[in-house]
Nanobody, 127 residues
């Protein structure tokens, strides 16, 4: 049974930073391509970032490019999302997701590409 557990969310002022973590248990992290998504109140879930199984390739939503960085430590079975220069519009529940198919996909922003999801961690950015 694969489980994903996010942490690191909280309340931060605009311009501040947070680092989210996602620990994968039940199988080694290197088996998966990983992603981060978010869902703001009253809005649909949206793609944030993805990283290849080796960490050598990443992709970001335009709205976070240059501010967020996704990384992974396969030895620790953990994926990170470093979020800098946070804006009130970044307020959302952030979810990590794992895709069992390790090969890179051009559909990385689509939720159906991912097989496992965490429960989410709340991020609130005050203005």
């Amino acid at each position: 049974q694969v489980q994903l557990g996010e942490s690191g969310g909280g309340l931060v002022q605009a311009g501040g930073s947070l680092r989210l973590s996602c620990v994968v248990s039940g199988r080694t992290l290197s088996s998966y391509r990983m992603g981060w998504f978010r869902q703001a109140p009253g809005k649909e879930r949206e793609f944030v970032a993805t990283i290849s199984w080796s960490g050598g390739r990443t992709a970001y939503a335009d709205s976070v490019k240059g501010r967020f960085t996704i990384s992974r430590d396969n030895a620790k079975n953990t994926v990170y999302l470093q979020m800098n220069s946070l804006k009130p519009e970044d307020t959302a529940v952030y979810y990590c997701a794992a895709a069992f198919d390790r090969s890179w996909s051009n559909y990385y922003s689509r939720g159906y590409e991912y097989d496992y999801w965490g429960q989410g961690t709340h991020v609130t950015v005050s203005s």
